[in-house]
């Protein structure tokens, strides 16, 4: 019998589920308000997901009302709520010695 290996024990990244990538993605956007111009290519890096993805990802969260448009890319309240209180329970199961997972097992 073969055994294969997790994606995380070969070196790639464990698929991230929406959650994660919200918050991730506020973050980055949070960091890059005070520059200039948002740069789409470098929040793309910084990301890690593919270029269409990340529009995807931008119309939703404009859509649920994290971001104020597509093109400033400013978080709204809401969105500064969302990624005060992710940033939160990250650092909650952190201390608790827990990891998150997007599968239930």
């Known amino acids: 019998m073969v055994q294969t290996k997790r994606m995380d024990e070969m070196g790639k990244t464990p698929r991230r589920d ?12 949070r960091s890059e308000a005070y520059s200039e111009k948002v740069v789409l ?10 270029f269409d993805r990340l529009k995807n ?16 890319l400013k978080l709204t309240q809401k969105g500064k709520q969302y990624l005060q209180e992710y940033e939160r329970i990250v650092d909650f199961m952190n201390r608790m010695g827990l990891t998150y997972s997007n599968k239930l097992e």
């Open 18 to 29: 929406k959650l994660r990538i919200y918050g991730d993605l506020l973050s980055v956007l």
């Open 41 to 50: 290519t470098h929040i793309q890096v910084r990301l890690n997901v593919p």
């Open 57 to 72: 990802y931008i119309i939703e969260l404009k859509n649920l009302g994290l971001i104020e448009d597509e093109t400033s």
